[in-house]
């Protein structure tokens, strides 16, 4: 099974930004790849996905404030946040779309007011 490492998550002010990264231990060449988020209370929920050649999608809640993107020759997925907001705040996930799917261990983003 495939190991997603995420990072690049931390503390930052309303309307600021972050970049999470997701590197995983093999190709992604031919994977699709997502990012996916649980706030507290609430159930995992779709952000955001890019498939292996190149078509992304993304959620209602964050179209036009994140933009994810690909480096196959890294083996990394990374999500670009800005105009961050508190409703942000959440776990973010790698997500590794094909079978057996794959989830990273997770990087806390924290959005305050």
């Known amino acids: 099974q495939v190991q997603l490492v995420e990072s690049g998550g931390g503390l930052v002010q309303a309307g600021g930004s972050l970049r999470l990264s997701c590197t995983a231990s093999?190709?992604?060449?031919?994977?699709?790849m997502g990012w996916f988020r649980q706030a507290p209370g609430k159930q995992r929920e779709f952000m955001a996905v890019?498939?292996?050649?190149?078509?992304?999608n993304y959620a209602d809640s964050v179209k036009g404030r994140f933009t994810i993107s690909r480096d196959n020759a890294k083996n990394t997925v990374y999500l670009q946040m800005n105009s961050l907001k508190p409703e942000d705040t959440a776990v973010y996930y790698c997500?590794?779309?094909?079978?057996?799917?794959?989830w990273g261990q997770g990087t806390q983003v924290t959005v305050s007011s």
């Open positions: 997500w590794w779309g094909t079978a057996p799917i794959s």
């Open positions: 890019i498939s292996s050649g190149g078509t992304t």
């Open positions: 093999r190709s992604i060449f031919s994977i699709n």
